[in-house]
């Protein structure tokens, strides 16, 4: 079974840039999450989709970020403009419904 | 507000020892706990859970105990294994497929 995929692996931007993230989730998950894990510190959630509606972006800085997940499968999280603090790795994971999430290998963001 | 705590970052082991990993938290809503190992450059992968009607939680190696009455879950690996050198999130949430906080990550080395 093939994992949940992310691109790009790294990504080095400058400050007021602006940047996007995609994400495969595991064939057949309903539910998609991004999160955001600063160094030394656990994942922070930022956006669940189940399937292509959003169930909770509490924690969405949304005057700058941005995510979408077109026709329940695929999502695309973007940041414009990009700031100093937004230098983190950005999991994405996926799950079926009332199952444990299985996270991508992340995209490592540095903002410079 | 940290509701999720991991206070201890490091921890070393002797192979063929037992490891101990502590969590603490402080919602009594949360519901449903979990364990992620993650190696570096990849995400996390789910280790083992345990929902809050149950204090005990066993799978191979890997034992989680809960103690609902002092907001504490532990980790416990027996025997421990150089493959198990990693850091280790704690996670809670207030449903099974709800968003999870994580805790900080203890990073634990296996001393061969």
């Known amino acids: 079974e093939a994992g949940v995929a992310q691109s790009p692996r790294y990504k080095i931007i400058e400050k007021r840039q602006s940047v996007a993230f995609w994400c495969n989730p595991i064939?057949?998950?309903?539910?998609l999450y991004w999160y955001q894990q600063i160094l030394g510190q656990g994942p922070k959630l930022l956006i669940q989709?189940?399937?292509?509606?959003?169930?909770?972006d509490s924690q969405l800085p949304k005057d700058r970020f941005s995510a979408e997940r077109l026709k329940g499968v695929d999502s695309t999280l973007k940041i414009q403009p990009a700031k100093l603090e937004d230098s983190a790795v950005y999991l994405c994971a996926s799950s079926l419904l009332r199952e444990e999430a299985f996270f991508g290998q992340g995209t490592r963001l540095t903002v410079v | 507000d940290q509701q999720v705590k991991q206070n201890s970052p490091s921890l070393s082991v002797q192979e063929g020892r037992i490891s101990i990993l502590n969590c603490d938290y402080t919602n009594s809503m949360f519901d449903y706990f979990l364990w992620y190992k993650k190696y570096p450059a990849e995400g996390p992968t789910f280790l083992i859970s345990?929902?809050?009607?149950?204090d005990k939680n066993e799978d191979g190696r890997f034992t989680v105990f809960l103690n609902k009455s002092a907001k504490h879950l532990s980790l416990h690996i027996v025997p421990s294994q150089p493959g198990d050198s990693a850091v280790y999130f704690c996670?809670?949430?207030?449903?099974?497929?709800?968003?999870?906080?994580f805790g900080t990550g203890t990073r634990l080395t296996i001393i061969p």
């Open positions: 345990i929902s809050s009607i149950k």
């Open positions: 996670a809670a949430s207030f449903e099974r497929n709800e968003k999870l906080t």
């Open positions: 989709f189940q399937n292509n509606g959003v169930v909770d």
């Open positions: 064939s057949g998950h309903a539910t």
